[in-house]
């Protein structure tokens, strides 16, 4: 298997929101530290009796405090995510890194089976969303999304968009792959624009 590309996705927001994420991780503990103790505080009072309304209180309040510690675990998780691409002869295959510790292959796209790949809200992405059963994330930018392209992709098990947000390395790597013209829409070219600005900004 010969390696073509590899791009590393920095989330800057890991050193920016460092703060916060201590903080979020400071309340998700609280929430389930609250939630064990009102559990054990309750099972002291259960009677063969009293069982059912126990078990209700029981739910009405952890409830909140479970949901809660779902929510902030993945809202600290999305602020601490980045991503591995890596495109090979076969397959574009995703990473998932978690605070820059934890690595877990995502998602494993088949380059033979992707069919569109343009701009994020272009006219060629509104066309082929309509086709696609399930979106997938692969992002740590959500604000700039001249920076995210789609891939259509087909599976076993329907159509599939991924969205990514490429380099031109990326990009390079993946027409030699992808050689069929049609596969990349109109909007690319706009892209390949906004990468050589963004190019000439660092320079």
Sequence with gaps: MELYYEQNVVNHNIEEKA???????????ACIVIA???????MLWVTESTFGVVLGILVLVDIP??????????????????????????????????????RKLKYSVRLRAV???????????????????????AIVNYDDEKSIIYILYSTEKGRNIIFVEPDRGFIIALRRIVSAITVFDKSMADFDKILE???????
């Design 36 to 42: 064990v103790f009102v559990l054990s505080v309750s």
């Design 65 to 102: 405090f479970v949901v809660a510690a779902i929510i902030i675990g993945r809202v600290n998780k999305r602020n601490n995510t980045e991503y591995d691409y890596v495109i090979d002869d076969e397959y574009l295959r995703i990473s998932e890194i978690y605070y820059r510790e934890t």
């Design 115 to 137: 069919e569109s790949v343009g701009m994020f809200d272009s006219d060629g992405y509104r066309k082929n969303e309509v086709k696609a059963n399930k979106k997938q994330l």
């Design 197 to 203: 600005e963004k190019e000439a900004e660092q320079e």
């Design 19 to 29: 703060r916060k994420t201590k903080a979020l991780g400071i309340a998700k503990m």
